[in-house]
Nanobody, 123 residues
């Protein structure tokens, strides 16, 4: 059974960068698309990026486009979210989720969620 674990969150100053990791166990990650989501204070959970099974295709929400980059290393069973130019509005809990080939990252039919990693952007 696929299990996902996020890591890499923490406290960063405005304008700083963080790289989040999403590591899979239980099965190989390359069967799944990987979506990144975040829950920011006072807002609903937001889908912010999606990467195809082999990393050929990526999409981003308008709120992070140009600042965040998602990638993956299937040999390491890990997906990444590189976050640059962070601002306080990026504060929240970040989750990764896996989606089967027939399901989009917006489908709500995730095969698995991680437990989340907290990101705080503050001076």
């Amino acid at each position: 059974q696929l299990q996902l674990v996020e890591s890499g969150g923490g406290l960063v100053q405005p304008g700083g960068s963080l790289r989040l990791s999403c590591t899979a166990s239980g099965t190989t990650l390359d069967y799944y698309k990987i979506g990144w989501f975040r829950q920011t204070p006072g807002k609903e959970r937001e889908g912010i990026s999606c990467i195809s099974r082999f990393g050929i295709s990526t999409t981003y929400s308008d709120s992070v486009k140009g600042r965040f980059t998602t990638s993956r290393d299937n040999a390491k069973n890990t997906a990444y979210l590189q976050m640059n130019s962070l601002n306080p509005e990026d504060t929240g809990v970040y989750y990764c989720a896996a989606f089967r080939p027939g399901d989009s990252c917006q489908s709500g039919r995730q095969a698995s969620w991680g437990q989340g990693t907290a990101v705080t952007v503050s001076s």
